[in-house]
């Protein structure tokens, strides 16, 4: 009996530490970006080019993500993640930091009602290009949609 509730256990463990969604892979390439992320089969694709830089959104439901391209100004990933945390921490909403990754990061924010709102940036470099992933500009995301988004970055 002693073996079944450990087994139990360690399956409902790793169960809850796994991205509520497994979503399958989503190619951008045919939206103007060579990269790849795990998103909604059916979700809404939109590019917007601004000359100098690319944003495209991956929107369905809960999944609201927002992708800048831009020419690469440094291939220093933990310089251009400072450069985004401080951004992020000049903000008046800002509350706290909830991971912190080599590469991107979580965070809470207070919306002006007092609820807690989150976030996240991911930075990828690949090739002359820079990729910052984060939630779409509207919207309000639990922290488990923003972790959802931000493991789905490939």
Avoid: W
Avoid at 74 to 89: R, W
Avoid at 126 to 147: A, P
């Amino acid at each position: 009996m002693r073996g079944f509730l450990i087994l139990l256990a360690i399956l409902l463990l790793s169960a809850c530490s796994e991205p509520k969604a497994s979503y399958p892979e989503m190619d951008l390439m045919k939206h103007g970006l060579p990269i790849k992320i795990n998103a909604p089969a059916d979700a809404e694709v939109e590019m917007n080019d601004m000359l100098l830089m690319k944003d495209v959104t991956v929107k369905k439901d809960n999944f609201y993500m927002q992708i800048f391209s831009s020419d690469v100004i440094t291939t220093d990933v933990a310089k251009i993640k400072t450069e985004k945390l401080n951004e992020v921490k000049f903000k008046s909403s800002f509350s706290k930091i909830i991971q912190d990754d080599a590469d991107g990061f979580i965070f809470e924010k207070m919306r002006s009602d007092s609820t807690a709102n989150y976030d996240f940036r991911k930075i990828k470099i690949q090739g002359d290009k820079q990729y910052i992933f984060q939630t779409g500009l509207i919207g309000k995301f639990s922290e488990q949609d923003v972790r959802d988004m931000y493991e789905s970055v490939n």
